[in-house]
């Protein structure tokens, strides 16, 4: 049996997020360009690291976003909005860490 409310309050969080992601992607092209310059350093396998971590964060949000609505679709309200929310404190320590 399906709970209204609940499931009302986890589809407009799943919005949020994925609006929360959208807006977070462009300070990550700002970010992802200027990446390739860690390249110049000593170490060219961290260097290949972050980028590829840097890189990710779409795609990662991308599959995350898909998973999170297909757990919404089977009812799976609470993973659902744990997966929807992963994104969302991977931007945030990414923001904590650049301040």
Known sequence: MRKKNGNAIAMIWL???QLFMLI???PWFAVFGPSFMV???QNPILSA???GAVGSYPVVCILLSIFA???YA???IRKAVVLGSIPI???IIFMLLII
């Open 15 to 17: 919005i949020f997020a």
């Open 24 to 26: 977070t992607l462009l």
């Open 39 to 41: 390249f110049d350093k």
């Open 49 to 51: 690291l972050y980028v």
């Open 69 to 71: 609505w297909k757990a």
């Open 74 to 76: 089977e009812d799976k």
């Open 89 to 91: 404190v991977i931007a």
